[in-house]
């Protein structure tokens, strides 16, 4: 989402004070990653988090009502696509600004290499940070462990995602 569409909206929202709760929310993941390369970080910019907290600068201001902050996470919006076949392992990291994206191929301990590489990048936020944080690590200490399920990824990705932005919300001047 982006500065100018989320202060358009709260612009035109009739009697804003009035409101119990405004949240603006938005999604910056790509509908699908299936045609991405394999075996290499892809940045996706935040855009979600970059253009709420714009808008939410602007707001405090100029003394206006500041929205309450929402986004999609580590997927885009709307229902999981239908894939027909079990998806290529992938992990979906948030950092402050980006989400980092790397896949795998189909073949026993691709999981682990992408954990493994993740945990060795200096944007990782180590295993005491989340839950999710604390499984991709053993996921990458752990030769023997499967490569796990799909849903599995999206939980431990999922799970990051949440604690690194309530402490982005618990840290903003």
């Avoid at 509908?31 to 940045?43: A, H, K, M, R, V």
Wanted: net charge positive; proline share 9%.
């Amino acid at each position: 989402m982006y500065k100018g569409i989320g202060t358009y909206c709260l612009g035109n929202l009739p009697s804003i004070q009035d409101w119990r709760t405004v949240t603006l929310a938005s999604g910056c993941f790509p509908e699908s990653i299936t045609d991405e390369p394999l075996g290499q970080w892809i940045p996706y910019s935040r855009t979600d988090w970059q253009g709420w907290y714009a808008v939410a600068a602007q707001r405090a201001n100029s003394g206006t009502r500041i929205p309450t902050y929402g986004d999609y996470g580590v997927r885009s919006g709307g229902r999981p696509q239908y894939v027909p076949n079990t998806p290529a392992p992938n992990i979906r990291y948030s950092v402050p600004d980006t989400i980092w994206v790397r896949k795998g191929p189909k073949a026993p301990g691709s999981m682990r290499a992408i954990c493994a590489d993740l945990v060795g990048r200096p944007f990782f936020a180590g295993a005491p940070f989340s839950a999710g944080d604390n499984q991709i690590a053993l996921k990458a200490a752990n030769p023997d462990l499967k490569n796990a399920q799909a849903e599995q990824w999206i939980q431990w990705c999922t799970n990051h995602h949440l604690e690194l932005t309530a402490s982005q919300i618990r840290n903003l001047p």
